[in-house]
Nanobody, 127 residues
Framework: QVTLVESGGGLVQAGASLRLSCVAP????????MAWFRQTPGKEREYVAV????????YYRDSVKGRFTISRDNANNTVFLQMNSLRPEDTAVYYC????????????????????WGQGTQVTVSS
């Protein structure tokens, strides 16, 4: 069992920034696709950003392009989500996901393809 540990959520005003972090244990971190998803009550978990094992390739959902940046530090088994220009509609619980495969595909936008998840961190953006 792999336990991912997220941090960095909080309550901010619209236009502010937050940086989420997720640490994953193990010696094969660079072989895993990592992603950030988010979920609000009554809705399915939706992908926000995905990054390949090497960090060379990324996907972003359209609504966050130009505002959010996903990155990873393979030496320290950590993936980040820098969120700028936050909007009230970004309010959600954000989850870090790990998929035991190094390269990206369209399937990575589906939360069901991930093998492990963190506990989630709440991000609340007030207007």
């Amino acid at each position: 069992q792999v336990t991912l540990v997220e941090s960095g959520g909080g309550l901010v005003q619209a236009g502010a920034s937050l940086r989420l972090s997720c640490v994953a244990p193990g010696r094969t971190f660079s072989r895993n696709v990592m992603a950030w998803f988010r979920q609000t009550p009554g809705k399915e978990r939706e992908y926000v950003a995905v990054i390949s094992g090497s960090g060379d390739n990324t996907y972003y959902r359209d609504s966050v392009k130009g505002r959010f940046t996903i990155s990873r530090d393979n030496a320290n088994n950590t993936v980040f989500l820098q969120m700028n220009s936050l909007r009230p509609e970004d309010t959600a619980v954000y989850y870090c996901g790990l998929r035991r495969y190094p390269t990206l595909s369209i399937a990575n936008k589906n939360w069901k393809t991930y093998d492990y998840w963190g506990q989630g961190t709440q991000v609340t953006v007030s207007s």
